[in-house]
């Protein structure tokens, strides 16, 4: 356990080492320029297409309709239920362009290009250091696109950073993380904060110890706003992993207990087979959009009476769909009253921005 311990701490040095600049987020800069280089390119190529900016987001489409989409089930095998994506058809065009702050932190590598049966999805996200942002982009595309066009749009969106209405940032601030540490034989924490309006709020990793120091939770904060946590089975696989984007949209997963066959966790999840799995599987997941659930399932803490329960509510396009309890006993995890205080990690629940 000491060495646990040791490798818990050096983990948290690490990270803490690569937390990005102190301050809040600044504010995003003006796409005009950029809107109109963007215009006079898709017009060049497709006269008739409409360009709009609404937001942080510049949109252009000509000749689109709604499709089926079937993406493949988890692990290669099957297919999910169809999702309707709007795409061009043949000789078509459709495209988001979307402003965010800071690095990008998706899950899939950037750029890539996805085959969707009727069209192609160029996914990338070029990053400016100067301004500390960068475009998230979905460009959709048939077969037999232009490929002038294409070389063009990715050199003008590659090259994003001077087509912005923005100063250059701050130079990064001089003050220190102010780092707390406390543990115990059963249970212990690090925090660490930082000054914002006068007031100490969480920024950077934090990370929490339960009994015998077992690393059992590990957050990142930016300026006082949870952006990702992954809290850990009492033998240190993940049993749950969340994640938001700076727009506030992100996802919620529960893992399996690796050594536990899926078919006696009794997933409801789809692609998940009968027989006993090797690694880890998704067994719940939910997406959120604007740090709002939107659909898939969610571990949440319910009241019952006069006592706190653990729920798994399911929602639809943003609606509450069910509620029934959380299974614990089928993930292995103590069967106690979460307002007692001996639930393995902390409030279960993604707290509000």
């Known amino acids: ?17 690569t937390v990005s600049r102190l301050s809040a987020a600044p504010p995003q800069p003006g796409l005009k320029p950029l809107l109109s280089e963007v215009r006079k390119l898709v017009e060049k190529h497709y006269p008739e297409a409409t360009v709009t900016l609404q937001g942080d987001t510049i949109h252009f489409e000509f000749q689109t309709r709604k499709f089926l989409i079937h993406d493949p089930g988890r692990g290669g095998t099957g297919w999910q239920d169809a999702r309707e994506e ?20 998706g899950a ?21 250091k100067k301004l500390d942002c960068h475009l998230y982009i979905h460009l959709r595309y048939p077969e037999r696109t232009s490929k002038e066009f294409l070389e063009e749009f990715r050199t003008l969106t590659g090259k994003f950073e001077g087509l912005l209405d923005a100063e250059p940032l701050p130079p990064l601030p001089t003050a220190r993380l102010n780092v707390i540490r406390y543990w115990s034989p059963d249970r212990g924490n690090v925090r660490s904060y930082q000054e914002q309006d006068g007031k100490q709020v969480l920024h950077g990793v934090q990370v929490s110890f339960g009994e015998n120091n077992r690393l059992r939770e590990m957050s990142v904060y930016n300026a006082g706003v949870l952006e990702h946590r ?34 006696e966790i009794g997933s409801e ?14 067994v719940y997941e939910g ?67």
């Open 287 to 353: 997406l959120v959009k604007g740090d709002r659930p939107w659909s898939g399932s969610f571990l949440v803490r319910g009241i019952a009476g006069f006592r706190a329960v653990l729920n798994l509510e399911e929602y639809r396009e943003g609606l509450l769909f069910s509620t029934k309890p959380f299974p614990v006993e089928k993930f292995s995890l103590p069967t106690v009253d979460p307002d007692a205080g001996k639930w393995l990690w902390e409030y279960p629940d993604w707290p509000n921005r």
């Open 269 to 282: 999840s789809e692609g998940v087979g009968f027989a006993p799995l090797k690694s880890q599987a998704v």
């Open 1 to 17: 356990m000491h060495k646990r311990f040791i490798a818990a701490m050096t983990i948290f040095c690490l990270l803490a080492a």
């Open 230 to 263: 992954t809290q850990f089975y009492a033998d240190g696989f993940t049993f749950r992993a969340q994640r938001r984007e700076h727009n506030g949209d992100g996802r919620d997963v529960i893992y399996a207990p690796i050594r536990k066959p899926i078919a």
């Open 86 to 105: 709007s795409g061009p058809q043949p000789g078509g065009i459709s495209c988001d362009i979307e402003l965010r702050s800071g690095a990008y932190l």
């Open 108 to 128: 899939a590598a950037v750029p890539q290009e996805f085959d969707l049966r009727y069209f192609k999805l160029y996914l990338s996200a070029p990053y400016s």
